[in-house]
Every structure is written in C-alpha cells, then in structure tokens.
C-alpha cells in the first residue's frame, strides 16, 4: 500500500522553508532570498521514495497583514494548513525561538494536525547555541519530535523526510513519477524573475516587486521566448529597478535567464520591461488575475 500526503510548512519569514523544499525535491521550484514576503502563494513541492509520495506545501511566512497582499497570504496559510496531513513547524537556528514562533507554536498546538519541529541552519551554529535552541523548540509545547536539521548542507534531512513519510496516511499516489511541482510553468517563470530583481534591488523595493509574463513562445527547438513586466508601484522605485543607462535591469534580466534555462532546459530570451502600477499590494482584483489568493 502507497502512502501520499501533504505536509505543510509554517514558521517566520526567511527560517528557509523554500530552501528546503527545493533541496528535498532536488530542484528549484520555490524562490528563495533573506527578505520577508518573498514566497507569496502555496508552493508544493514532490518527492516519490519508492511507496511514499511527499507533498511539502511552501508558505507564506507568517506576519501581521498590513494590505491586502499581506492578508491573503495570511488566509491561505490557514487554508493549506487545514487541508494538511501533518504540519512542520520550521524555527531558523540562527535566529533562536522568538515570540513569532512561540505564536505559531499556539495557532498549530490548537489543531489537530501532528506537528514536527525542524531547526534548520544547523550549520551557522556553534555546539552550545545549538543546544539552547534544540531545548528552546522542545519547550515550545508542540509537535512529536525535534529535529537539527542543515537545508543548505543535507545534514539531519534524511532523517527529517524519513520521519514525515511516517505520518502519511495510506492513500493512491496523487502526482505522476518524476513529478517535483503542481506550479504552472508561467508562474515558476515569473518567479525566477521576481527573485533576480529581489535580490539586486533588496534594500529598497523587495515587497513592491512583482511579475507578470505577457508571453512564452517557443519559436524552435532549443529556444523559449519569454516576454514579461516587472511592476512596481511608483516612479522612483521604477527608476531604481532600470538602473542607470539600464544596467540594473540588464543585470536582473541577465541573472534570471540562467536559472530560466537551467529551470526550462533550453536556451532563453528574455524581453524585460518595468511598468508602474500604483497601490497593486491594495488592489483586490488584480491580486485574484495574479493568482494571489
């Protein structure tokens, strides 16, 4: 009999949720920097061990909603937690136990769902920091067990992943073999790019940023055309994001064609323009055409 479940991610901002399921699926299908709001929608993530199939569901990292954006992200943690099969409470090691984890800790220890704790970035810590924040998680009040885990290096994960097939209920594979992500490959390109301008442009406008691909072509074998807008929401966050004499934007475009490749398999053109659209974090119905939900 096969075992198949989703497993949700909760934790703060930036803990490593997206590098995590990227290393366990063993590619990129979650975008990953060190700003907050950078993963916005539920991303699933799959991995098949032979009669265990492993849905790990990315999440927006939990925050108080400040706009619309915000809010909907909130809404759709609760939503894919409530449609979970067990839930892993991530904690960054770097950062220690916070009062955002202890509240988490709340919100999953009053469901129903078994809870796994993860200490992740094992490998920034030295023996006895470690030690404090392993007995801190422990004493969170939530989940079965605790585990030291590294996303970046692999140290502690297959033990992690061995455990959490543990907890999946006997259930008919729901995604096919070789399958790694339910996401759209409009959306996983969009994405690319909104990394590559989040990280070279971190200081000033991560959360502004947004991207919307007008069109991908594949004009011949070998060769996808990708045509998209990058939103911001004025004209000064516009200027920073073109750069001067637009080497800012040459640099973005530069930097998301070689993931675009490694992500599509071919080569890439990529027709990059920034466009300004006021207040669009506010903008209920243009987050539903962006499929924010």
């Known amino acids: 009999m096969?075992?198949?479940?989703?497993?949700?991610?909760?934790?703060?901002p930036n803990v490593g949720k997206s590098t995590f399921v990227n290393a366990v699926v063993g590619e990129k299908v979650a975008i990953v920097s060190d700003r907050p709001q950078t993963t916005r929608r539920a991303i699933r993530g799959v991995r098949h061990d032979g009669d265990r199939e492993l849905v790990l569901v990315d999440l927006p990292g939990v925050q108080r909603p400040r706009d619309a954006l915000t809010a909907r992200m909130a809404r759709r943690v609760t939503h894919e937690l409530d449609g979970a099969d067990a839930a892993l409470l991530m904690l960054g090691g770097d950062q220690g136990v916070g009062p955002g984890d202890r509240f988490i800790a709340r919100e999953l220890a009053a469901g129903e769902l078994p809870v796994t704790i993860a200490v992740n970035k094992i490998d920034r810590l030295a023996r006895s920091?470690?030690?404090?924040t392993l007995t801190e998680a422990a004493e969170l009040g939530v989940g079965d067990e605790v585990f030291p885990i590294s996303a970046r290096t692999g140290d502690g994960v297959p033990e992690l992943l061995a455990h959490l097939a543990e907890l999946l209920p006997e259930a008919p594979f729901m995604y096919e073999a070789g399958a790694t992500s339910d996401q759209p490959r409009e959306q996983l390109v969009a994405e690319l790019i909104r990394e590559?301008?989040?990280?070279?442009?971190?200081?000033?406008?991560?959360?502004?940023?947004?991207?919307?691909v007008d069109e991908i072509e594949e004009p011949r074998e070998g060769l996808t055309r990708v045509r998209a807008l990058i939103w911001v929401e004025s004209e000064s966050q516009k200027g920073i994001l073109i750069g001067a004499r637009g080497r800012m934007v040459k640099a973005?475009?530069?930097?998301?064609?070689?993931?675009?490749?490694?992500?599509?398999?071919t080569a890439v053109h990529l027709d990059l323009s920034v466009r300004v659209r006021r207040d669009w974090r506010g903008d209920e119905a243009l987050l539903d055409r962006l499929g924010i939900e």
């Open 252 to 265: 973005i475009g530069t930097a998301a064609r070689r993931e675009l490749e490694a992500a599509l398999g």
């Open 2 to 12: 096969t075992r198949s479940g989703f497993v949700a991610l909760a934790g703060r």
């Open 196 to 212: 590559a301008a989040v990280r070279r442009t971190f200081r000033e406008l991560p959360h502004a940023v947004e991207v919307v």
């Open 129 to 132: 920091a470690l030690l404090a």
